[in-house]
Structures are given as C-alpha cells and as structure tokens.
Nanobody, 114 residues
Framework: QEQLVESGGGLVQPGESLRLSCAASLPMFSAYNMDWYRQAPGKQREMVAA???????YYSESVEGRFSISRDNAKNTVYLQMNALKPEDTAVYSCHATFVRSFWGKGTLVTVSL
C-alpha cells in the first residue's frame, strides 16, 4: 500500500535547526516529484520546497536560503533540512508525491518558540 510517513518534527527555539524525513512506500520512488508543504494555524497550505525526479529543487521565497530539500532514492526518503528557524515557520509539515498519481502524508508538527 502506497504511503508517506513524515518524522522529525518537534519543538525548537528560534535560530535552531530540524531535519524532517519522509519515508515513502512507493514503487518507482525515483520517478516521483516530491514536495514539502506546510500549513500554519488559520492559514492556507503552502508549498515550501520541491525536488523533481531529476533532483532539481525549488524553494518558496519565505524559506529560500534557510531550508534545503534532498532525496535518497536508495532509501525511498526525502528530507527537509530547516536551519535558522523562525516562529513563523511553526506549522504542520506534510510530504507530497506526484507521478501519475498523487499521495500525501499525514504531517509532522514543527513548533518554533522560546
């Protein structure tokens, strides 16, 4: 059964780092374009980072220079390295996969607070 499972969220202070992981149970994982989205309380979901099957990357303006997306096709896993975290980065972060079909993970909560 296809599924995405996120991990690595938690409570950190401003300026600290976290690395999120998304383990994918997807056949032909390397063919999928993978994205990280986030949704803060009371706000719309937004895409923050994406990596194509060819490993091209994209970042939203709000995280450019602080976040880094990567993938390990041997482990069927995509990562989101988040540095210099800010309180406004607080959100549920979800993994999304697209190749012919689309799949979502359930998300992991990141809280940035003193």
């Amino acid at each position: 059964q296809e599924q995405l499972v996120e991990s690595g969220g938690g409570l950190v202070q401003p300026g600290e780092s976290l690395r999120l992981s998304c383990a994918a149970s997807l056949p032909m994982f390397s063919a999928y374009n993978m994205d990280w989205y986030r949704q803060a309380p009371g706000k719309q979901r937004e895409m923050v980072a994406a990596i194509t099957s060819g490993s091209s990357t994209y970042y939203s303006e709000s995280v450019e220079g602080r976040f880094s997306i990567s993938r390990d096709n041997a482990k069927n896993t995509v990562y989101l390295q988040m540095n210099a975290l800010k309180p406004e980065d607080t959100a549920v972060y979800s993994c999304h996969a697209t190749f012919v079909r689309s799949f979502w993970g359930k998300g992991t909560l990141v809280t940035v607070s003193l």
